[in-house]
């Protein structure tokens, strides 16, 4: 035996397989739980408070202090990305979940119905199409006001289509199996056909649904935010920094807005890569 | 061959979906749980008189269907109605703004066709060196969403380079497309990554594909080969995901007028949200629903022009 | 004896397979002359269809190829851009097995058929059409002007087959390489297009290669037969004399294999076990696995084709696959 084979032999079992995964993607999914630890202990992890002025240290470099400097009140940067952390994981997480639960609902409905139910509700899905979400989410700020709650909404509803068109046709080949028509002749109602075996088995379909689904909610609330139609100032969110930020840029201080928006950009790309990821897996757990 | 019951059925479908559109961003008013003239009024709580005055303008007290049809009518014929916070017809409100965001829009789709498009041909028809190099390319464009791509551009050009202008609108075409020119590269960077990996991919799939065999053992020149078997047959789905692109441009021109300070329906509209200007708010939706619906539907006839089978399987579903 | 239009020597194919090379042709030997039909056959994978692509110089670009191929005396391998396209364009046709995903679906059947005349042949699109709707009526499509203007998703299979026959044809080639022309067909179909085929060929006097899993098939449309098995030409012979005296077990196992449709109620007997593949062939016979006459020599050594009986056969025990065919044929 070689020494390389003994060496693998050695290797703990979570190594072995993450080199079977490939180095980006190891990268990629500790990205991800960093940023999950990150958003539950972020306010007891803060060196300084978030919402502290300091009218000395305004635009203040790297230092010890400030290890990315302060804003231009003086706040410490770091901070406020690390305590934003929470509420930027959060809106996305919302997203995925209530589009998710009605994405779901609205596929297994249709499927599960047929006739003139599922046409009136892909008819709806269709017309849902044409609304763009940041679309809905600005007429959902114009009725009910600025906020966390409004966009978060309005997104969850944007994304219900793109869900449901993939479960329904999903959830129609599924109703068609022989094992679904001999629950029938056995008695089982509908519901408990559709709870206990019709959603269960969808369940890969959707979780990779919801994966790939994340990124992008995040990507989106965090554009709402630096438009300044969500979590409203001084409240500390990733998009809302990037948008305080810019017009110290033209001063000559950028870092809170590249901070901010690296940030954006790497978390997004992390959680993308590992959703496509988990996505492939669970497609190919779901077509076996 | 493209028939007329097909082009017929998508635009009667085309109607129907505005119709409910508009049904629906009109109703909007209802969804909320205050008094509806109170919301036009911007939220702020106005005296009595300007109350009723507010529902005398839009009709509140008639019938919903009636009040939708006057709006929608209103809509038709050219009168939008009225902004009660901006004390202006919103006609007023759009007719310069509507220019400077066509224009950002048909700046951007032009860089979204010609370079996503050619970056991607060249890929799959090049490969080797080129294709890593686009793959490269895009990866980073795809991260790149328009907020950030405007803040890096700000940093850049204000305190780096000055190349561009940073902040507004312009005078005149020329003027007014240079200073249009970072807001549409902000905008168009994700999708120039997007459209050029999906064209690659199209094109990719029809130089491997059977019929291009056939072609190749017929001895044809490889340019007509490229031309009327390679891209050709590759242009019905490119267009399709392209003009899909192209038709949500009209939501993403809000981000990128406003980080630019671009005086655009896009910057309105979120300045409005923000007020709580419903009636503008109202109007500029429905016209950026209306623009993403009709662009979706000239693709998809375009596209059917294009490939013949799917006329057929349009007209068996 | 006049130099064959067509001759394959000794070529050996490899081809990439997840970044190894893989041996899919060992070293085909095999030669048409002008205005003869050569039946290739074997079961998938042995290589056949491998061998067609190579003539036109259709494989994947990064396969390793050695040997020669020689048309009219050219080698095709050593051959320039140019001349490769007029080999292409003038000389050689090809007829696909599956019409339906080697016609191009955008284009009408008009575009498909006049498209080699009008870019290679210089001919105006009037010129083309004319010429076009005559070799239509002749391949059996009688509404000729209708179908030009259709396109291939609203023709079946069998028209399609019979269009690209027609596009073969037009270019009035020297060699004909059919791949397996039928099989996606249904069986009614099958007939009618390859009785045009053959008889369209033998009024024009074309060469053909004829690549087909069918025995039979080949031998009733064909001069000669060439026997493949895992990448590599087991028997060559006339095709009258195939029944009489095939040399090669194989080629004893494939004329039983074959289900006799005139009711002569022979029972089936197919050839036992799996088909290898090229690259899984190691020292040796590569039908050893599959033999009932395999001695330990077929391990070790590899039967080169040899003369026999007016035909040639790779096997050790060709003289003995002759002499006692009722061994091996049960119905005999």
């Not at chain 1, 539950?40 to 300084?48: C, D, F, L, S, T």
């Not at chain 2, 080969?225 to 789905?237: L, S, T, Y």
Request: glycine share 8%; net charge neutral.
């Amino acid at each position: 035996m070689s020494a390389a084979q003994l060496a693998a032999r050695g290797r703990p079992d979570v190594i072995r397989r993450a080199a079977s995964i490939g180095p980006l993607y190891v990268f990629c999914g500790v990205v991800c739980l960093a940023l999950i630890v990150v958003a539950v202990v972020g306010p007891w992890i803060a060196p300084h408070d978030p919402t502290r002025t300091d009218v000395i240290e305004v635009f203040a470099g790297s230092s010890p202090t400030h290890l990315l400097g302060t804003d231009d009140t003086g706040r410490d940067i770091l901070s406020r990305l690390i305590v934003g952390t929470r509420v930027s994981l959060a809106g996305p997480a919302l997203v995925v979940l209530l589009s998710t639960v009605l994405g779901v609902a609205v596929a297994v409905t249709a499927a599960w119905l047929g006739g003139w139910v599922d046409a009136a509700l892909s008819r709806v899905v269709d017309i849902l199409f044409a609304f763009p979400g940041l679309i809905l989410a600005v007429v959902a700020v114009a009725l009910f006001g600025t906020g966390f709650v409004s966009p978060v909404v309005a997104l969850s509803i944007a994304y219900v289509p793109v869900v449901a068109r993939v479960l329904r046709s999903a959830a129609i080949k599924e109703r068609n199996l022989p094992y679904i028509a001999a629950l029938r002749v056995q008695g089982a109602s509908g519901w408990s056909i559709c709870f206990k075996h019709l959603v269960p088995n969808l369940m890969p379909l959707v979780v990779a649904q919801a994966a790939v689904s994340f990124g992008y909610a995040m990507l989106d609330l965090a554009a709402i935010s630096y438009l300044g139609l969500g979590i409203q100032p001084p409240s500390p969110d990733w998009g809302v920094m990037v948008a305080e930020g810019q017009p110290s840029i033209i001063n000559g201080y950028p870092q809170q807005s590249l901070y901010a928006g690296l940030l954006v950009v790497v978390a997004v790309v992390a959680f993308n890569l590992v959703g496509e990821r988990v996505a492939q897996r669970f497609e190919t757990a779901g077509a076996r | 061959m493209l028939t007329p019951a097909f082009v017929g059925r998508r635009l009667l479908g085309l109607v129907v979906t505005l119709l409910v559109a508009s049904v629906v961003i009109f109703g909007s008013l209802y969804l909320s749980p205050g008094d509806p003239a109170a919301l036009l009024a911007g939220g702020s709580t106005p005296n009595p008189e300007a109350l009723a005055q507010i529902r005398a303008d839009f009709h509140l007290n008639d019938p919903f269907w009636s009040q939708y049809w006057h709006w929608l009518s209103g809509l038709l014929q050219g009168d939008l109605g009225r902004s009660v916070v901006f004390r202006s017809d919103v006609v007023d409100l759009l007719a310069s703004r509507v220019v400077t965001s066509l224009m950002l829009v048909v700046y951007a789709a032009t860089l979204i066709i010609v370079i996503g498009v050619g970056l991607g041909s060249l890929a799959a028809l090049r490969g080797g060196r080129i294709s890593t190099a686009v793959t490269v390319v895009t990866t980073i464009g795809m991260a790149a969403p328009t907020f950030v791509a405007a803040i890096v551009f700000v940093w850049l050009f204000s305190t780096q380079l000055g190349w561009f202008p940073i902040y507004g609108s312009g005078s005149g075409l020329v003027d007014r497309l240079w200073h249009l020119t970072l807001p549409a590269v902000a905008l168009s960077l994700t999708w120039i990554a997007y459209v050029s990996r999906i064209t690659r991919s199209a094109v990719s799939a029809e130089l491997e594909s059977e019929h291009v065999v056939t072609a190749t053992s017929r001895g044809l020149p490889r340019r007509s080969i490229v031309r009327h078997h390679v891209m050709r047959n590759a242009a019905a789905p490119v267009l399709t995901i392209s003009g899909l692109t192209v038709a949500g441009l009209f939501a993403g021109t809000a981000v990128a007028e406003q980080a630019f300070g671009v005086n655009g329906i896009g910057a309105l509209l979120i300045d409005c949200a923000a007020k709580q200007d419903l009636a503008v708010v109202q109007v500029i939706a429905m016209f950026m629903v209306a623009a993403f619906v009709v662009i979706n539907t000239v693709v998809d006839v375009i596209s059917a022009a294009l490939d013949p089978r799917l006329v057929a399987s349009a007209v068996d579903a | 004896m006049t130099s064959p239009l067509l001759e394959i020597d000794r070529l050996r194919v490899r081809l990439p397979v997840n970044g190894a090379h893989r041996t899919v042709l060992h070293e085909v030997s095999l030669s048409v002359a002008a205005g003869e039909a050569v039946g290739l056959v074997g079961e998938s994978g042995s290589g056949k269809s491998m061998t067609a692509r190579a003539v036109m110089r259709l494989l994947p670009p990064r396969a390793e190829v050695s040997g020669d191929i020689r048309f009219a005396g050219a080698s095709v391998p050593e051959m320039g851009a140019a001349d490769l396209r007029r080999l292409r364009a003038d000389d050689v046709a090809m007829i696909f097995q599956d019409p339906r995903a080697h016609i191009n679906p955008v284009h009408s059947i008009g575009d498909f058929l006049t498209e080699s005349l009008r870019l290679n042949g210089k001919v105006t699109r009037s010129a083309a059409t004319a010429r076009v709707v005559a070799l239509l009526k002749e391949v059996g499509i009688s509404d000729a002007e209708r179908r030009l203007r259709q396109h291939p998703h609203e023709l079946s299979g069998g028209l399609l087959q019979r269009v690209m026959i027609a596009a073969a044809l037009v270019a009035e080639p020297r060699l004909i390489l059919a791949d397996e022309p039928t099989t996606a067909l249904d069986v009614t179909t099958q007939e009618e297009v390859m009785a045009i085929l053959d008889e369209l060929r033998r009024d024009r006097g074309l060469a053909m290669l004829f690549i087909t899993h069918d025995l039979e098939l080949a031998a009733a449309v064909c001069d000669r037969i060439g026997v493949m098995y895992a990448g590599s030409i087991v028997e060559d012979r006339d095709a009258r004399e195939l029944h009489e005296r095939s040399g090669h077990p194989y080629t004893v196992g494939l004329l039983g294999a074959r289900p006799d449709l005139l009711g002569d109620r022979a029972p089936l007997v197919a050839v036992p076990g799996r088909p290898l593949s090229a690259y899984e062939v190691g020292d040796g016979c590569a039908f050893r696995t599959r033999c009932e006459l395999a001695q330990p020599r077929c391990g070790d050594d590899v039967p080169q084709l040899r003369e026999i009986a007016g035909g040639s056969v790779a096997c050790h025990f060709a003289e003995q696959v002759l002499d006692s065919r009722k061994v091996v044929l049960p119905h005999d």
